[in-house]
């Protein structure tokens, strides 16, 4: 085996699809992290603005600037840009695996059983 795509070995899909299921966590958390904290810079930029120029009511000032704290105090108890990059990590140290065990005949179907689990303990736990 000498990298056609022929030679290959089949991975067992439950391996596949968790590495595929931890890479769409890893963009979910992603989208998230940058979806809530741009909103949340937006809502201050606005409440800040309305300072001076006085477009809103103070009702819906304060409903910003109140939402903003909120969203901010998510980012920070979410960590949602941390849980993105660990299943990113998880997902590639799976891909690396997968890649093995398909291009070297000498390794068992265990090595991805235990590679899934070494990525759980290393940068899901």
């Known amino acids: 085996m000498h990298g056609r795509l022929e030679d290959l070995r089949p991975t067992p899909a439950t ?11 890893g963009v979910a958390w992603s989208l998230i992290h940058y979806a809530v904290g741009v909103s949340s810079a ?26 903003a704290a909120g ?3 998510l980012i920070t108890a979410l960590d949602a840009r ?4 660990q299943f990113e990590s998880a997902s590639r140290y799976l891909e690396r695996a997968i890649s093995l065990y ?9 090595f991805l059983g235990e590679s899934q689990a070494e990525a759980l303990k290393k940068y899901l736990s």
């Not at 391996?15 to 966590?25: C, D, G, V």
């Not at 309305?50 to 910003?64: G, P």
């Not at 291009?103 to 265990?110: G, M, Q, R, V, Y």
Request: charged share 15%; hydrophobic share 50%; net charge positive.
């Open 71 to 73: 969203l901010t105090f």
């Open 42 to 67: 937006v809502l201050s930029a606005l409440a800040a603005a309305n300072a001076k120029a006085n477009l809103l009511s103070s009702t819906a000032t304060l409903a910003m600037a109140g939402s």
């Open 102 to 110: 398909q291009t070297d005949a000498s390794l068992e179907p265990k």
């Open 82 to 85: 941390k849980k993105g990059s």
């Open 15 to 25: 391996i596949e699809n968790k590495m595929l299921a931890w890479r769409h966590w």
